[in-house]
Each structure stands twice: as structure tokens, then as C-alpha cells.
């Protein structure tokens, strides 16, 4: 794209939504923007539903192309100008800090924004704003395969090799990930995995369109996947099958792992789990006795009170086998939004810094304050994770203004009805976004912003791939850029440092703060990503390579070697009771994406999948007297969901299952528990209590 308004008339760009990242060509004929898959290491050429779709958002008759004001409490939101707009927040933000202080304001960021928004957001928020609170959608997806990864390997990748060795791999054990429903394309890799021979193995509560392509599917009771790790590990060592070269030459604390693991016997954990104990010896055999095997852990695993413990539980069991490391092999976690994981280095957390620093590190935060020319001791320290910001905000304690760009918690927070009126609770709430979701429904300020098409920046995949997207025309009138937003309040904030507004200028500080940091991006360029297909970080030196496969020699940990963790099974947060007696999992489907805001808009996506519903299996419906296509009422401690029952023997007759893309009475998170990791902050997304009744 050029600087000039002159755009090309093809680009190519990748897609707006998941992590896959997938390469897509866009073309401007005439009045239309048409999408056309590109090979690219990720998607080999594949679209799924949404990218196919992506560009019906561009000229939707919902968009937003002017601000949108409330002028008090219950009037409705109206049109308003830039300058009116941008007038009205600094006035809201200037009265809740010199009523309350600086901590009285938050900022709210999102995994799908770009990592020049990230890493600005970051900054707006602890240099210009001053504030401690500023967290991100992101900790309610990887946080904790993030703390999991960063406890035992040092760092957090995704991914710490190429998405291509999936399809080198002998065996491929998915834990709690659905990629044929998530992100179509990724299964080409398993398909190259099959067609070699290889084994496809899942772990998931539901038959899935990915369990349903495996060799084998355990389907355990949700919440025991730890157990069943532990008893994976179990048979290992029993059965002699521990690569104990490997563990003593490239890890530590094995030892106390296998004292905890040694009553995991797999027929004690049949008892719990319901996985037959021979299908627990058949995949440790499956993982332990090939050459190359690949253990992918996803939300299904980690959206728990206990995630950290069950991804470190899966990960005892790859650094076992020895597989981090060696091509073909190793431990990942498949990241959902699309840069959750740029989102997640750049400064939009509540505990790091850019460069996926700690912000509670001295020599971090003394790096980082000298690019951005500040005094260390005047950077705020540590925020509180997503959840617990939110469930603040306008109590005496908490915040009382909110900023939030590119997230919809209204939809996606647990226990969304106390989300939501905590929201209704503050003096200011400012949303950017490029439709009105349900969040910017209650805002008083709106905020319409540019899309993936119209914008230039990076993104960085699930493999840690740093990757261009292209503008390839400007935006509508009316309509700015998150950055051009944060520069502009910068502007009119007293006493605040100006911003930069142009993403590659902000991309070349991101470079210098992120130097020296685990996730390295100094020497990572526009121009450098233009010439290839993408570059991976770390990556300190221009002229240096780039790192697609991390961990071959050593860890990055002060001594090189891997962590062991011993990690012991516990009950969900929520048992089962006479009142409550199912279980309750949430999740996504092929034709929406997250809180739905832009996906229930395109009209293919709004047919293929047109509301929320939920699963019960059919020995379960003939119980409560249900048929297919009768409206039920899941029930939990904290609210009720309305939705359709779909009949299906692909769920346990033990568990329930609802989608959480819709809003109203179909809205999944009305239900779910907020209980919370204590490591990483997740949410209980995946398992609480509830009854279901005919509606
Ligand atoms: Fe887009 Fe993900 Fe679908 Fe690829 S798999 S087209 S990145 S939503």
C-alpha cells in the first residue's frame, strides 16, 4: 500500500479472524472487494466459511462510520463528529482521575488486534493513561497453556515449531481442540499425517468432526484430562517407555513428577474419567514408540480452573517422551484469535511489558521506559487478570471509566449478566469497534474503526510466524484506526507525550522495546516479512536468522534445561448435584467466530449457523421427555440459557454442550462459571453444573 491514498488493486493479506493466519489474495473490482486463498505454509491454499466470507463486512450496512455519543443515562446513542467524540472522553477520563486517581481508569484490548495497536495500546495505558488496569480478551483463550509453557520451557510459543511437522509426525494427540470445525484448513496437515501412515488421536468430551476423523478418541467426563495425562505417563514409565537419556540430559524435577503420577493407574482413572484404561495404554504406546509424535493442547484443555495444571500435565508427559525440541515432535498449543499470539507480547497484559517481558522485572522495566523515554519508577506495576478487572469496574475499588478496543465481553466474560451490569455501573464506557456490539451497545462513547482490509501492520500466528497485513484500500469516510484514535486522545490528554499514528512507525519502537526480550522482534522488518513468509521470533538481528523451531539444543531457562512440575487431578470448581446434575461445556462452531459480533453479520455465515442451540444426547432427551428442535432452559447458579435441543449420540449422556457466539437468550456465558486458575487467571469456560428443562 502506498502512503498517498493510491492503494493496488490486488493484495495479499491474510485472513481477519483466526490464528491460522491463512494466506488470502484480495481484489478490488469495481465496487467489490473479492477474496481468493493463496498458498501459504499454513492453509496450502485453504479457505474455510469465514475467510471465504470476510469481505461481505467491508461495505455491510451496519457498519459504523461515525461516532456514536450518549448524552445521558437511558437516551440512546446518536451520531456524533470526531471531535465531539474525542472531546467527550478526555472530559469523562480527566473527571473519574482527578476524582479517583489514575487507576481509576482501564483499558480493555482484544486478541484479534494487530501488534503495532497492541504494543500502543500498552503504552497508551501505562505511559499516557497512567494506569495499572489493562488486560485483554487473549487471557480467556492460551493464558494458561502461556503460564504452563512459560513455567516448564521458559517462554510461551504457540507453537515452538512449524505448523508443516504435524504432517510429519507419526502420532498427533489432540487434547480438547476441534481444528476441523475451528480452522478447517489446519487439518490438511493431519491429512498429510494419515496419508504417511500416521495416527490421529483426540481427547474430548464430544465426538467432533476432529475426534470423529481420528484413530482413536478418548471422551472423557470434562474436567479430567489432568488424570488422564497423568495416567498417559503412568503407563510410560510402567511400561519402560520414558526416554530417560532425555530427561536427565534436558530437564529437571522428574523425580518428584513420578512419585505423583505412580497412582495414576489407568484402570483408577477409567473410574474417574470413563476412558477405558485400555485405550490410555493403547495412546501412551501410540506416543511412546514412534519416532516423531506431537502433543497439542487447546481450549478444551486449558479454559479451566485447574488449566495450567492440565496443560503442565501434558507437557510432564512430552518432555518424558522427549519430544520438545526434535523435528517432528514436541508439545504446542493451537492459539484461537487471530494475533492472540502477538496480543500477548506486545504489553496488552495485565503482568508483562513488551518483548513478553515481566513487568515486575526491574532490568524489564528500565529497558522498556528508556524507549519510551520515561522515568521506570513512574511505570505502574501489575494489573489483575480480565476477569477480575471487569468484575471490578464501577465498585468502590475499581475503576470507573473503561476503554475497550476490539473486544465484546458483553458477549464472551463468564457470567456475563454481572458483566454486563458492571459495565452499566461505570461513569464512562468508550468502545471502538467496527459494528455495534453488544458491548458498545451500553457505551457512551462509540468509536468506528478501520478493517483488516483497509489497514497496513503485523499479526503473529500460532506458529510465533510475524506476518504483513496489507491495506488494500482506504477506509470509508468517517472511520480512523485504533492508533489514529490513541494518538489523537494523546494529543488532547494534558501533559501526554505524543503518539505515533503510522503503523510501521510504531512497528520500529515495538522493535526496540521488544529487544533482549523473550519474545524478540529487533530484528524482524516490514521489509523482511515482505521477502519471505513471515519470520519468526525470536529474532534479534536483522541480518541474523529467524528461530521456526525453538528448544533443539537447550531452554530457555537460566540453566537450559525444561521444568517438571508434578501436577495432581482436582474436582471442577462446580460439582454436580440433585439441582444441578449435567455438566455444562461451551465451545465454537465452523461458521461463527468468538462473540459473533462481525460473523452473525455475513449473510452465509448468519445461514449456515443462524442461532445458539444446545446438545443433549438423545438417551439424556428421552429422560427430560425432549425432541429435537425443543426449546430447553439450561439452568446454572448464575442465570439460564434459551435455545433449541439438537439430539446428537456424539456427547456423553452426562453432559450438555451450547456454542457461545449469540447474545440474548441463547447466550451461553449467562450460564458459565467465573471461577477462575490462580495461575493464569482462566475461566472456568469449560465445565459448571446445570439442568436442562424443556423451555
Ligand atoms: Fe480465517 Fe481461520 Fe478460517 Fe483460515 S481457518 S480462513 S484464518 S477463520
Known sequence: ATRTGVRPREVATHCPYCALQCGMTLRATGDRVEVAPRDFPTNRGGLCQKGWTAAELLDHPERLTTPLLRDRPGAALRPAGWDEALDRIVAGLGAVRDRHGPD????????????????????????????????????????????????????????????????????????????????????????????????????????????????????????????????????????????????????????????????????????????????????????????????????????????????????????????PGRPGSGYGCLTGQGNGQGGREHGQKADQLPGYRRIDDPAAREHVARVWGVDPATLPGPGVPAYQLLDSLGTPAGPRALLVFGSNPVVSAPRAARIESRLRDLDLLVVADLLRSETAELADVVLPVTQWAEEDGTMTNLEGRVLRRRALREPPVGVRSDLEILAALADRLPGATPLPSDPREVFEELRRASAGGPADYAGITWDRIDADTGVFWPCPDPDGPDHPRLFTDRFPTPDGLARFHPVAHRPAAEPVCADYPLHLTTGRVLAQYQSGTQTRRVSALRRAAPGGFVELHPDLAARLGVADGTPVRVVSRRGELRAPARLTPTIRPDTVFAPFHWPGAARANSVTNDALDPVSGMPEFKICAVRVEPA
Open 104 to 323: 481509576a481508569v482501564a483499558v480493555f484490548g482484544g486478541g484479534g488486534l494487530t501488534n503495532e495497536k497492541a504494543y500502543a495500546l500498552g503504552r497508551f495505558a501505562r505511559v499516557t493513561l497512567r494506569t495499572r488496569h489493562i488486560d485483554y480478551n487473549g487471557r480467556w483463550c492460551m493464558s494458561s497453556a502461556a503460564a504452563a509453557g512459560n513455567r516448564a520451557f521458559g517462554v510461551d510459543r504457540g507453537l515452538p515449531f512449524p505448523l508443516a511437522d504435524l504432517g510429519r509426525a507419526d502420532t498427533l494427540l489432540l487434547v480438547g481442540a476441534n481444528p476441523a470445525e475451528t480452522m478447517p484448513p489446519l487439518m490438511r496437515h493431519v491429512t498429510e499425517l494419515r496419508e504417511r501412515g500416521g495416527r490421529l488421536i483426540v481427547v474430548d468430551p464430544r465426538a467432533t468432526a476432529t475426534a470423529r476423523q481420528a484413530d482413536l478418541h478418548l471422551q472423557p467426563l470434562p474436567g479430567t484430562d489432568l488424570a488422564v495425562a497423568n495416567a498417559l505417563l503412568h503407563v510410560a514409565l510402567t511400561e519402560g517407555l520414558v526416554d530417560r537419556t532425555y530427561v536427565a540430559a534436558r530437564t529437571t524435577g522428574f523425580d518428584e513428577v513420578r512419585r505423583t503420577v505412580a497412582g495414576y493407574w489407568p484402570a483408577a482413572v477409567e473410574r474417574l474419567s470413563g476412558v477405558p484404561a485400555a485405550d490410555l495404554e493403547a495412546t501412551a504406546r501410540a506416543l511412546a514408540t514412534v519416532d516423531r509424535a506431537i502433543i497439542l493442547t487447546a481450549r478444551g484443555a486449558e479454559q479451566h480452573a485447574k488449566g495450567v495444571d492440565t496443560v503442565t500435565a501434558f507437557v510432564n508427559l512430552a518432555l518424558a517422551l522427549g519430544l
